[in-house]
């Protein structure tokens, strides 16, 4: 059974860095990604890599802030973020897709197990 349990949202300050992780149970994946949705808001893309970190994307927004990684022995997913901004409060939830693809996905409907969110505060 597929378990994706995210950690470390917290309320941080403006130009802040936080660390989120999310452990990644019951096998290995194509690929990863992490979302996130701010209160009223469409869930959108923030980062995606293949399981292998061969190809990794960014949404613009992030790039250059944020690094998409994966613990290989603790089968562990993360993301760092730094600078963070107000605007990126919001939760944000692990993805994995099953499927082993040169490149990584960035649809939401591409992914097949979703971890339960953690919440991301950025105050001005």
């Known amino acids: 059974q597929v378990q994706l349990v995210e950690s470390g949202g917290r309320l941080v300050q403006t130009g802040d860095s936080l660390r989120l992780s999310c452990e990644a149970s019951?096998?290995?994946?194509?690929?990863f990604a992490w979302f996130r949705q701010a209160s009223g808001k469409e869930r959108e893309f923030v980062a995606a890599?293949?399981?292998?970190?061969?190809?990794?994307y960014y949404a613009d927004s992030v790039k250059g802030r944020f690094t998409i990684s994966r613990d290989n022995v603790k089968n562990t997913l993360s993301l760092q973020m730094n600078s963070l901004k107000p605007e990126e409060t919001g939760v944000y939830y692990c993805?994995?897709?099953?499927?082993?693809?040169?490149?990584?996905?960035?649809?939401?409907?591409?992914?097949?197990?979703w971890g339960q969110g953690t919440q991301v505060t950025v105050s001005s």
């Open positions: 890599s293949t399981w292998r970190l061969s190809t990794r």
């Open positions: 993805a994995v897709a099953v499927a082993t693809t040169r490149l990584p996905p960035r649809g939401q409907d591409q992914f097949d197990y």
């Open positions: 019951g096998r290995t994946f194509g690929s």
